[in-house]
């Protein structure tokens, strides 16, 4: 019997959108032709797009998809496959794989999202979109904001709020960063980065800076999320240290405050910082004759007037000074590019994340939770005491999905087969 040996990735179709990001560049170019080792008369009419997420090379995405391809197929997918790779990983730090700049990134998913009509309407067959992790922003601002159109969206692990797609979640008490409450007592949430959408009239772009229903409930999307998550572990209302462990929710705090740990940008704005235009003048304790400026406190706030934090807001400043004027504000805030912008860096989520939770507008049949469908786990994990679920399971971290033997996550992908009729 002949026998040849070759790479897996020649087995399927590759788009490579990372150059559509500011300073992006590829190595390997698009290529939707019909793949050499496997041809699409070996193939169903359903086709498979992975989209990775965030902190992905464009060699590290050879790998995230060559394992998501070879566990489709090991459990019997006949569907096609295309490789969707993108820009999540600017401002990657060598050796250590280490994205500094997180907010940088969700811009480029923005960014990104705009050219994926036309690169997955190329392909053949029915569309089923896979996306992790960041990678489903990418997907649901196309769908929402370009007509991309798909048969059906498996979210894995996704990276953003639940008030994205349901309004009606709120996890403020938890997701509001402490420097802006004191016990019971917070700051009017009009004064707030995330409130400032609300103080305009209808009809003006700046009503569109919020998350807050940003995606609403797209139908033909299943949540597949982790109860066991750390990434996108639920905040308990504290600044968490830098880690793993609640990272996504450390990024949402940090928000325009500039926090060591949190993500080295120079692109600080909005969120949880203090504008210095409020700043009230205060004796220096040490020295009577000296005046330091402070920020005002919460029982300091009572005059100011809607009307004032459109043009001067509480929060730190947005970066282009045109969303705080009265005549152009309106116009520059309905600019794709500034909007993505200002979302990414300057707006924080009031609500959980969709990869740890379920969303109650998808119903009980569009949310999965893959600690669920754990076929066992590893026994390094069972032993060690960070890793254990209160009920004395192991958790299902933010990259199980392809971190893990297949022995033991075979049944998501059985799963996926199953709902996406892909055998």
């Not at 998809?65 to 969707?84: C, D, H, P, V």
């Not at 005046?291 to 970066?319: G, M, Y």
């Amino acid at each position: 019997m002949p026998l040849k040996t070759d790479e897996v990735d020649k087995m399927y179709r590759w788009i490579n959108l990372r150059s559509v990001a500011h300073g992006g560049s590829e190595n390997r170019q698009t290529n939707i032709l019909e793949p050499p080792n496997r041809p699409d008369r070996l193939t169903s009419e359903k086709h498979v797009v992975f989209v990775h997420g965030y902190n992905v090379s464009e060699e590290a995405a050879r790998g995230w998809n060559a394992e998501m391809f070879k566990r489709l197929y090991q459990s019997g997918s006949r569907a096609k496959f295309t490789a969707l790779v993108w820009r999540g990983n600017q401002g990657q730090l060598p050796i250590l794989n280490i994205t500094t700049d997180y907010w940088e990134n969700v811009t480029n998913a923005f960014t990104t999202a705009a050219h994926l009509p036309a690169a997955i309407n190329a392909l053949p067959g029915a569309k089923i979109v896979v996306a992790h992790s960041l990678g489903n922003i990418v997907v649901a601002t196309a769908i929402k904001d370009h007509e991309l159109r798909v048969d059906q969206w498996f979210q894995v692990d996704a990276a953003l709020g639940i008030e994205a797609f349901d309004e009606t979640v709120d996890n403020t008490s938890k997701m509001r960063n402490p420097d802006w409450a004191s016990g019971s007592t917070a700051y009017p949430d009009f004064l707030w980065a995330s409130s400032w959408h609300s103080l305009f009239p209808e009809g003006d772009g700046r009503r569109g800076l919020t998350w807050r229903q940003r995606f609403g409930n797209i139908s033909n999307a299943m949540n597949f999320y982790s109860s066991g998550e750390e990434v996108l572990n639920n905040s308990d209302g504290v600044i968490p240290e830098y880690g793993a462990e609640k990272a996504w929710a450390l990024q949402e705090l940090a928000k325009g405050t500039q926090r060591f740990g949190a993500t080295l940008t120079l692109d600080s704005q909005g969120g949880w910082g203090f504008n210095n235009y409020w700043f009230v003048d205060q004796v220096s304790p040490g020295s009577p004759s000296d005046v330091i400026k402070r920020r005002r406190q919460i029982s300091e706030v009572a005059e100011i007037k809607r009307e004032q934090v459109r043009t001067d807001p509480f929060f730190e400043r947005f970066q282009d000074s045109r969303l705080m004027d009265p005549q152009a504000g309106s116009m520059a805030a309905l600019e794709y590019q500034t909007r993505s912008k200002t979302l990414a860096e300057g707006i924080p989520a009031l609500s959980f994340a969709v990869g740890r939770n379920e969303v109650a507008a998808y119903g009980s049949t569009r949310n999965i939770d893959l600690m669920s469908l754990k076929n066992g786990w590893p026994a390094q994990r069972l032993n060690d005491a960070k890793m254990i679920m209160p009920d004395g399971g192991g958790r299902w971290l933010h990259n199980d999905i392809a971190d893990v033997a297949f022995r033991y996550v075979y049944k998501v992908f059985d799963y996926w087969c199953a709902q996406g009729d892909l055998k």
